[in-house]
């Protein structure tokens, strides 16, 4: 194990043994293995958004099989997926790449200011499976945000346990903020440092914007002038914010977009100091052989191959 694959570790000084390996799992598989940096695959959408809106764009995709092989291939770190998905093939993809189980969904059928997932799994189901991590959706933010925090302090008590990772993705919604306050850079970063107090070891938030949501958050950027112009600067900020980079964050591809703009904001979360990110739509939803060299491109620039 080299040097920066154990600093990383390090930061970890309550975690057992197991969690400890399985971190060392994420952190050494695939293309970017040793590197300190991720890319993870996530396929949550096909519950979140629906089959047609996830897959339709590459039918290949409504199959569970094409997701494991092609993270695999791709050399993705992880794939994350709710508990069918990852049923429909640990089995025969046992070993090849590691699994984590989506804990909580929703569904886009019905909407709401205040979001809430279900609880879809359980962490018996992920040491069935053979999952290296849960991972777990909080909306800080929401009205059933205290419920949420809840659920995820039992759901990561019982993981840590039995030496799974914990991943939280930490999506700011509410009634209380704005479509725009959600990447808000004030938001993003609070919403980071909820999920490391809650005791994530692997934080997912959006890409933060310039935009400052709160009134009283503005005053303290202003004051002690907080450098936030770039991308970069505002992802060093969501980075401090989480343990002053103590914490594993990486930061979610979004809805499929320009790939001069997403290989920018890797580029951003790279020079920014974070650990990676975690891309599903911008990579499934392009024809397989588009979506290898598109992911190809985002590592070489993790890996500092590209600048």
């Not at 309550?14 to 695939?30: K, M």
């Not at 809650?198 to 009134?215: C, D, F, N, R, Y």
């Not at 890797?266 to 020079?271: E, G, K, L, S, Y």
């Amino acid at each position: 194990m080299n040097a920066r694959i154990q600093e990383i570790l390090g930061y970890y000084q309550d975690a057992s043994p197991g969690i400890l390996t399985n971190l060392s799992r994420l952190l050494n598989h695939g293309t970017l293995g040793g590197t300190g940096k991720l890319v993870i695959l996530p396929v949550d959408q096909g519950f979140e958004h629906g089959p047609a809106r996830s897959f339709a764009p590459n039918p290949p995709g409504y199959n569970p099989h094409y997701h494991f092989e092609f993270g695999i291939t791709a050399g993705c770190n992880a794939y994350a997926a709710p508990l069918g998905f990852l049923e429909a093939g640990a089995t025969e993809f046992a070993g090849q790449i590691p699994l984590i189980l989506k804990m909580n969904n929703s569904e886009s059928l019905y909407s709401s200011k205040n979001p809430c997932s279900a609880v879809t799994a359980s962490v018996t189901d992920a040491l069935r499976l053979g999952c290296s991590a849960v991972g777990y959706t909080i909306y800080p933010g929401s009205a059933f945000a205290k419920d949420m925090y809840e659920d995820l302090r039992e759901i990561a008590e019982e993981a840590k346990s039995y030496g799974l990772a914990v991943v939280v993705w930490s999506y700011p919604r509410g009634a209380g903020l704005s479509k725009e306050g959600e990447t808000a850079i004030d938001v993003v970063a609070y919403a980071a440092q909820i999920a490391a107090q809650l005791g994530a070891h692997i934080v997912k938030v959006k890409m933060p914007t310039s935009h400052i949501e709160q009134a009283e958050a503005k005053k303290i950027y202003t004051a002690r002038r907080v450098p936030l112009a770039t991308a970069a600067e505002r992802v060093r900020h969501v980075v401090q914010s989480t343990f002053d980079g103590r914490r594993i964050i990486i930061f979610s591809g979004g809805a499929k977009g320009d790939d001069k703009k997403i290989f920018d904001e890797v580029r951003a979360i790279r020079t920014g100091g974070g650990y990676g990110s975690i891309i599903g739509r911008n990579s499934f939803q392009r024809q397989k052989r588009t979506a290898l060299k598109f992911l190809d491109t985002i590592m070489k620039i993790y890996a500092g191959k590209l600048k």
